[in-house]
Structures are given as structure tokens and as C-alpha cells.
């Protein structure tokens, strides 16, 4: 099912389809078992585990910079750094949205030190102010209402001055590596 619809998606797109994005909400645990066919639909990465465990996600302890999984692709967590409180997501979606753009810019720099990549992620309804509003219990509406109008004006803010790159190029840097 994950080839035909990765095939799919490539007919839709005109072009390779390469990673495995993080779902909704990230994996509860490594190595899911959609994880283990997916390198065998022909895709190179995946970012869908997140170092850090909230009440919705994530995995505490797993790591923080690019690895392999044993389905042989790259896991490219997402954004997840060191505070004076302990490890604290920097990502995007709801962490961009809330927490003050001093703070994720404060991340990126710290990800630039440690020579690991800033993987952010976005949703692309964060960028629609008039896209519908699921029917949502109250915690959960307000979690994905929270900060939308100011979404665009901070990653225009986050990205000013920066350089970025695909997932898909920063895994053919990595494989070049390897060789």
C-alpha cells in the first residue's frame, strides 16, 4: 500500500517522491513498523521521530542528530535542543507559532554549534488564514489555533539572512559521505 501510494504521489508531483515525513503526530517509537517497507518503496528518509516526549508524542532519548534506521533510511529528527529545563522542541508547527522567534533562532544557532541540521517542519494550513477548523475538543483547538496569525512573519523572520535546503539534498550530502 505505502508503494502505491508513494506512485501515486509521484504522479501527482511529476517528480521522485524521497522521504517519509512525519505524520500528524510523531511516531510513539523507532523503527514503526510502516518504517521497515518503506525503504523498499524506494524512499531514502524519514522524519517522523521526535526526540522529545509530550503528551501527544515523541520519544525521549532518541537521538538528536541524522541516523540510519534499520530499514536503511535516514532518520532526520526534527528540531529538539538543550535548555537550562531539560530538551525542548524548536521545530516549527506549534513551537514557531507560540514560542517567541528569539527562541528559534536561538535553537538554530545551537544545532549550527553542534554540527547537526535544523530540520523544521511546517503545515501548510498554518499559512492559510481561512482554511477550515476542524471540530476539535478544546486542548486540541487550541493548540492548533494558537499563534496562526503570526506563522508567516516568523519563519519569514527565522529564515532571513539563512540558508536552507531540502531534506531530500541534505540526504544526498550525507550519502555522499559515506562514500
Same mark, same amino acid.
Given at each position: 500500500?505505502?508503494?502505491?501510494?508513494?506512485?501515486?504521489?509521484?504522479?501527482?508531483?511529476?517528480?521522485?517522491?524521497?522521504?517519509?515525513? /512525519?505524520?500528524?503526530?510523531?511516531?510513539?517509537?523507532?523503527?514503526?513498523?510502516?518504517?521497515?517497507? #518503506?525503504?523498499?518503496?524506494?524512499?531514502?528518509?524519514?522524519?517522523?521521530?521526535?526526540?522529545?516526549?509530550? $503528551?501527544? $508524542?515523541?520519544?525521549?532519548?532518541?537521538?538528536? #542528530?541524522? $541516523?540510519?534506521?534499520?530499514? /536503511?533510511?535516514?532518520?532526520?529528527?526534527?528540531?529538539?535542543?538543550?535548555?537550562?529545563?531539560?530538551?525542548?522542541?524548536? #521545530?516549527?508547527?506549534? *513551537?514557531?507559532?507560540?514560542?517567541?522567534?528569539? *527562541?528559534?533562532?536561538?535553537?538554530?544557532?545551537?544545532?549550527?554549534?553542534?554540527?547537526?541540521?535544523?530540520?523544521?517542519?511546517?503545515?501548510?494550513?498554518?499559512?492559510?488564514?481561512?482554511?477550515?477548523?476542524?471540530r476539535l475538543p478544546l486542548k486540541q483547538r487550541l493548540i492548533h489555533? #494558537?499563534?496562526?496569525?503570526?506563522?508567516?512573519?516568523?519563519?519569514?523572520?527565522?529564515?532571513?539572512?539563512?540558508?536552507?535546503?531540502? !531534506? /531530500?539534498? $541534505?540526504?544526498?550530502? !550525507?550519502?555522499?559521505?559515506?562514500?
Open positions: 500500500m505505502l508503494k502505491r501510494e508513494k506512485d501515486r504521489l509521484e504522479q501527482l508531483a511529476g517528480r521522485a517522491v524521497v522521504g517519509l515525513p /512525519g505524520a500528524h503526530v510523531f511516531s510513539h517509537a523507532r523503527g514503526r513498523g510502516s518504517l521497515f517497507g #518503506a525503504g523498499g518503496a524506494g524512499f531514502r528518509y524519514d522524519s517522523s521521530i521526535m526526540p522529545y516526549r509530550s $503528551y501527544l $508524542y515523541g520519544e525521549a532519548g532518541a537521538p538528536r #542528530a541524522p $541516523y540510519r534506521l534499520p530499514a /536503511g533510511l535516514w532518520e532526520l529528527p526534527p528540531l529538539v535542543v538543550t535548555t537550562p529545563w531539560g530538551p525542548f522542541p524548536a #521545530a516549527g508547527g506549534f *513551537y514557531l507559532r507560540v514560542l517567541p522567534l528569539f *527562541y528559534s533562532r536561538w535553537a538554530l544557532r545551537q544545532a549550527r554549534r553542534q554540527g547537526r541540521p535544523a530540520v523544521l517542519y511546517l503545515h501548510p494550513w498554518e499559512f492559510d488564514p481561512d482554511h477550515p477548523r476542524p489555533n #494558537a499563534g496562526l496569525s503570526g506563522a508567516r512573519r516568523k519563519l519569514d523572520g527565522l529564515l532571513a539572512g539563512r540558508r536552507a535546503a531540502t !531534506l /531530500g539534498a $541534505y540526504v544526498e550530502c !550525507l550519502e555522499e559521505g559515506e562514500r
